[in-house]
């Protein structure tokens, strides 16, 4: 393998999820068609996942957590994406153990409760992006030589800014369906079930991590309306082709807003209300929470009524200006400035 100039750091299993190696992947390609070498630096169990998406075998480092991989790679800059739930105390040391090792580092950053926080006393990264509509509202400044925030920097692949000028009325009354990658609480046949007796047109692709149930299968088979996709390289297309988008809570906001689809979406956890709340308010998309004592109750009986109001359907303008799709864009930009001899 070149040496690659940039490395991305990322991981991908059942409990963190698929979505953080996909945006990964989605700013590699970025990065690659501005000339400059790519490696992604993965533990042993995130390979399948990385070669299933298609990540080039050849540009994949062994990595396990803590930062000494980075010894084997001359790379000008390392790039985490570190910060899953759960994940932001590890990802703090590990960024530390990179930067006392005297290596540049950004950090792809999360909102509360998983946002990045340098450890005391170490050195801080060059620069942290938080690409999220709303950051600067949610979290301090972090402690980094740079801090860059906002929707317009939500790393999207580059289907979806080839495909926005596709998009006009009237929208497909069709339903797209994704539970991310792994769909680790089944939430997938709990919405098929409810919106396969609708007679909507149902596309429901499952992840490359999750599998078809027994009642998807049975489902899918008792009505011809709901089809099952396998996994697929990127959903641009598929949600172009839909009117509306449903499903578990994730990266999937961003992609069906950059093409001006609505969402209706179930978080199933008590992090991140106050962003995702903006992220509603703001005409963004309907988020449901699954709380006691109804759970998920609410968000199956709208999913139920999907298409008696005109209005599920109908092309969310808030939304297509608020993500443009040059986010990977905007992201390489100030990569770039970061890459080549150090100061």
Same mark, same amino acid.
């Given at each position: 393998m070149?040496?690659?100039?940039?490395?991305?750091?990322?991981?991908?299993r059942?409990?963190?999820?698929?979505?953080?190696?996909?945006?990964?992947?989605?700013l590699?390609?970025?990065?690659?068609?501005r000339?400059?070498g790519?490696?992604?630096?993965?533990?042993?169990d995130?390979?399948?996942?990385?070669?299933?998406?298609?990540?080039?075998?050849?540009?994949l480092?062994?990595?396990?957590?803590?930062?000494?991989?980075?010894?084997?790679?001359?790379?000008?800059?390392?790039?985490?994406?570190?910060?899953w739930?759960?994940?932001?105390?590890?990802?703090?040391?590990?960024?530390?153990a990179?930067?006392?090792?005297?290596?540049?580092?950004?950090?792809?950053?999360?909102?509360?409760?998983?946002?990045?926080?340098?450890?005391?006393?170490s050195?801080? %990264?060059?620069? @942290?992006?938080?690409?999220?509509? +709303?950051?600067?509202?949610?979290?301090? !400044? /972090? $402690?980094? =030589? *740079?801090?860059?925030?906002?929707?317009?920097?939500?790393?999207?692949?580059?289907?979806?800014?080839t495909?926005?000028p596709q998009?006009?009325?009237?929208? %497909?009354?069709? @339903?797209?369906?994704?539970?991310? +990658?792994?769909?680790?609480?089944?939430? !997938? /046949? $709990?919405? =098929? *079930?409810?919106?396969a007796?609708?007679g909507?047109?149902i596309?429901?692709v499952?992840?490359?991590?999750?599998?078809?149930?027994?009642?998807?299968?049975?489902?899918?088979?008792?009505?011809?309306?709901?089809?099952?996709l396998p996994?697929q390289?990127?959903?641009?297309?598929?949600?172009?082709?839909?009117?509306?988008?449903?499903?578990?809570?994730?990266?999937?906001?961003?992609?069906?807003?950059?093409?001006?689809?609505?969402?209706?979406y179930?978080?199933e956890?008590?992090?991140?209300?106050?962003?995702l709340d903006?992220?509603?308010a703001?005409?963004?998309?309907?988020i449901?929470y699954?709380?006691?004592?109804?759970?998920d109750g609410?968000?199956?009986d709208?999913?139920?009524?999907?298409?008696?109001?005109?209005?599920?359907?109908?092309?969310?303008?808030?939304?297509?200006?608020a993500?443009?799709g040059?986010?990977?864009?905007?992201?390489?930009?100030?990569?770039?400035?970061?890459?080549?001899p150090?100061?």
């Open positions: 070149t040496e690659p100039t940039i490395v991305l750091r990322a991981d991908a059942p409990e963190i999820g698929l979505g953080h190696l996909r945006r990964m992947a989605d590699a390609h970025a990065i690659r068609a000339g400059a790519i490696g992604l630096a993965c533990a042993d995130t390979r399948p996942a990385a070669l299933s998406i298609g990540w080039p075998e050849g540009e480092i062994a990595a396990d957590p803590g930062g000494a991989w980075a010894a084997g790679t001359d790379a000008d800059l390392i790039v985490t994406d570190l910060n739930h759960g994940g932001a105390p590890a990802a703090a040391a590990e960024i530390a990179l930067t006392a090792a005297g290596r540049r580092v950004a950090v792809i950053d999360a909102v509360p409760p998983d946002h990045f926080t340098a450890l005391p006393d050195v801080p %990264p060059a620069l @942290v992006v938080t690409p999220y509509l +709303g950051a600067r509202r949610l979290r301090p !400044a /972090p $402690r980094a =030589a *740079r801090w860059e925030a906002g929707a317009h920097l939500a790393i999207l692949g580059t289907a979806y800014a495909l926005r998009v006009s009325e009237p929208l %497909p009354r069709r @339903v797209l369906v994704s539970c991310g +990658g792994s769909d680790p609480t089944g939430l !997938a /046949p $709990r919405i =098929a *079930r409810s919106l007796p609708t909507l047109a596309d429901l499952v992840g490359p991590l999750a599998s078809v149930s027994p009642e998807l299968s049975r489902l899918a088979a008792a009505h011809p309306n709901l089809r099952l996994p390289p990127g959903l641009a297309q598929a949600i172009l082709a839909a009117g509306v988008v449903v499903g578990r809570l994730g990266l999937l906001r961003y992609e069906a807003a950059a093409l001006g689809r609505s969402g209706i179930l978080h956890s008590t992090a991140y209300r106050p962003y903006r992220f509603a703001a005409g963004l998309a309907e449901h699954s709380d006691p004592p109804l759970g609410p968000f199956l709208r999913l139920a009524r999907l298409g008696t109001d005109p209005a599920d359907f109908a092309l969310n303008r808030a939304a297509l200006a993500v443009d040059q986010g990977a864009r905007n992201v390489v930009d100030l990569l770039l400035t970061l890459t080549g150090a100061p």
